[in-house]
């Protein structure tokens, strides 16, 4: 395992809050907020990464704007 950092984040109090009510659903205890948090950035991050990947990988379609924006007026007024 590698070594922990330490670090003080300053959060906002609504930040705050979700993140102890998350430590106490999952782990039973406002303790594991550290183990929250970084689950949490793991996952961001790693979505980041895919949507990274996405935008930079071979198009395996091509639609105009135009196309696009008609598709989804379509699918608005399905919903």
Partial sequence: MEMEKRTTVILEKD?????VRESLE?????KSLSKVLNEILKKSLMNKARLTQLIHSKK???????EFEKFRSEISNTV
């Fill in 26 to 30: 999952e782990y039973k205890t406002a």
């Fill in 15 to 19: 930040v705050y809050d979700a993140l």
């Fill in 60 to 66: 395996i379609a091509k639609i105009t704007a135009k």
